[in-house]
């Protein structure tokens, strides 16, 4: 291939030429700032304000429950911590899941160091959640339930409008972490039964650096950064205008036609996924075959390190990962591939292709051929694997 093959869109996506276009003007002409009271800075208001409602609309949301925040990570954060401190006097127990972002589970952790308690549950081998698991760890002081609408290591889809129903039952507030999912996926908040959710901006081929988090009426969660008056009062800092504009534009785009992108990508995805089976042996698909995102693909491929691999790929001018990129500086095997019951040595032999529109059967036919050299080369290199031959071959 002459060119640069991406595959690694649960990263990051290229941003869209509408959102850098969208963008452009409140960097240099309309610049002031939102909050102040002249016509130059009432232009970036404006902007915000119909930022949010194109947002709100496209969750079934109103305006006022959507709140701009610096992307994922923070409305995570925001959502674990503020509710826990809002809701503590009724209780200090927390439920998510063993195969949360880090941005869960790290804050997770932190909750634990101030005295709450955190139960997970586990989710079968293919990353499900596991619904009688979840009952049974509902408990009188438990004050959120916080499970991720689709991973983003395996893609796996969580059946969202079941916990959402569940937690609504014993009148305990349910909070998904959608990054991977929000305009990929047709999400109806009220349908679901979700009191909070996060999202960001470049996951949708917006910018980086701007993301929101819907937080329902009636439910009572305190600031988290706080200063000026701003986000209504519960998130302080200066509006990041040009990123609100700039998401906007993106998720217009991406809810124009979701269904047919969404049905190209499942295409392009079952493609991808049924020449490397038939053609790699000794691999292994990880996550829900049919109940997974549009653009996933995660395999396992024994006898080989996942970093090589990936390393090579890259020679190739093959952008892929072999899990989340907020770990890729970690020797420490995938928590998800572990999770869904895979042993260290396999789970270390990890790659995700994640798919957007753009890419094509001819790049995919290029990525499966060096994904089979690349492996093979990479095995022939292996003891485990000359040891598993020789005892095949008696």
């Not at 869109?9 to 941003?15: L, Q, V």
């Not at 650096?209 to 200063?227: A, E, N, P």
Request: hydrophobic share 40%; proline share 3%; aromatic share 8%.
């Amino acid at each position: 291939m002459d060119h640069l093959i991406y595959l690694d869109n649960a990263a990051t996506t290229k941003c869209a030429p509408e959102a850098v276009q969208a963008m452009l003007p409140y960097f240099s002409e309309h610049y002031g700032n939102p909050s102040s009271i002249y016509q130059l800075g009432s232009e970036g208001k404006k902007a915000v304000s119909e930022a949010r409602s194109t947002i709100a609309k496209s969750l079934n949301a109103d305006l006022a429950e959507i709140y701009f925040t610096a992307g994922g990570s923070e409305s995570d954060n925001w959502a674990l911590v503020a509710a826990a401190e809002a809701y503590e006097s009724k209780g200090k127990h927390i439920i998510t899941s063993a195969i949360e972002h880090h941005a869960v589970l790290h804050t997770c952790d932190y909750l634990k160091k101030r005295g709450f308690q955190i139960t997970y549950i586990d989710v079968d081998e293919n990353g499900i959640i596991k619904l009688d698991e979840l009952k049974k760890a509902i408990r009188p002081d438990t004050i959120l339930i916080s499970v991720m609408f689709a991973n983003n290591e395996i893609g796996t889809i969580q059946p969202i409008a079941e916990i959402g129903e569940i937690a609504r039952e014993h009148g305990i507030l349910f909070h998904t972490d959608a990054v991977q999912a929000y305009g990929h996926l047709p999400i109806d908040v009220e349908e679901l039964h979700i009191d909070m959710l996060s999202a960001s901006a470049h996951k949708i081929h917006g910018p980086k650096g701007i993301g929101f988090l819907y937080i329902r009426k009636g439910v009572k969660i305190r600031s988290f950064i706080h200063g000026g008056a701003q986000e209504r009062g519960r998130r302080a800092g200066t509006e990041n205008v040009p990123g609100v504009v700039g998401f906007e534009a993106a998720v217009k785009k991406a809810f124009d036609g979701l269904e047919e992108r969404a049905d190209k990508e499942r295409k392009l995805r079952d493609y991808l996924i049924e020449r490397l089976e038939k053609e790699v042996p000794y691999c292994r698909l990880n996550g829900d075959r049919t109940k997974r995102l549009p653009g996933n693909v995660n395999f396992s491929f024994q006898f080989i390190e996942g970093e090589s691999l990936l390393i090579m790929l890259d020679m190739k001018q093959i952008c892929a990962s072999s899990g989340s990129a907020c770990t890729s500086g970690s020797l420490d095997p995938s928590h998800v591939l572990l999770a869904i019951g895979l042993p260290h040595e396999i789970a270390h032999g990890s790659l995700r292709l994640t798919l957007s529109e753009e890419n094509t059967i001819e790049e995919l036919d290029y990525v499966v051929e060096s994904v089979k050299e690349i492996v093979e080369k990479l095995r022939q290199m292996s003891p485990l694997y000359e040891d598993f031959v020789k005892r095949n071959q008696k």
